[in-house]
Nanobody
Framework: QVQLVESGGGLVQPGGSLRLSCAAS????????MGWYRQAPGKQRELVAV???????KYADSMKGRFTISRDNTKNTVYLQMNSLKPEDTAVYYC???????????????WGQGTQVTVSS
């Protein structure tokens, strides 16, 4: 089985910064895309950013210039550096990874349990 464990959420004032981490562990042959999604109360889950194994990150328009996604393939870990945070960034942030557990099986999406980010003064 595969587990994704997020960390780094919390309460921050507007204009502040947070760094989220998500480590994948378990029976992993390879990981392709890794990404972050978020879900605010009463809203659908939305893409924040995604980064393929070879790089070339993509961002939702509202996060461009403020958020930076990166990954360490040696640690099966993805990061999200969030700067200039706004109250509307308040949400539960979920890590996602497209994992292949053996070379002959297709990829499956796995999700972390979510970490709360609250931006408030």
């Amino acid at each position: 089985q595969v587990q994704l464990v997020e960390s780094g959420g919390g309460l921050v004032q507007p204009g502040g910064s947070l760094r989220l981490s998500c480590a994948a562990s378990g029976s992993i042959f390879s990981i392709n895309d890794m990404g972050w999604y978020r879900q605010a109360p009463g809203k659908q889950r939305e893409l924040v950013a995604v980064i393929p194994k070879g790089g070339g990150a993509k961002y939702a328009d509202s996060m461009k210039g403020r958020f930076t996604i990166s990954r360490d393939n040696t640690k099966n870990t993805v990061y999200l550096q969030m700067n200039s945070l706004k109250p509307e960034d308040t949400a539960v942030y979920y890590c996602n990874a497209a994992v292949r557990i053996t070379w002959y099986q297709p990829e499956h999406d796995y999700w972390g349990q979510g970490t709360q980010v609250t931006v408030s003064s």
